[in-house]
């Protein structure tokens, strides 16, 4: 993969911290967590999340569609 990929015509930059998945933007600098829980990605694919008390909170997402070379 390179630095920048196109998926369903959204741009996907590991480098500055873009992710897009199933035709929308899903993760990207300034993301709240409020736009999280509104996207398609965590309501469709969250499996679990916990905050580590720090002001963090991890998310585990499973069956996301990947980028496929």
Not at 18 to 45: D, F, V
Request: glycine share 8%; no cysteine; net charge negative.
């Amino acid at each position: 993969m390179t630095n920048r990929e196109v998926e369903n015509g959204l741009p996907t930059s590991w480098e500055i911290g873009e992710l897009a998945a199933s035709g929308e933007r899903i993760i990207y600098p300034g993301l709240t967590e409020e736009e999280l829980h509104s996207t398609m990605m965590y309501n469709l694919h969250l499996a679990s999340s916990r905050s580590i008390g720090n002001g963090y909170v991890w998310y585990n997402f499973k069956d996301v569609p990947i980028l496929q070379p």
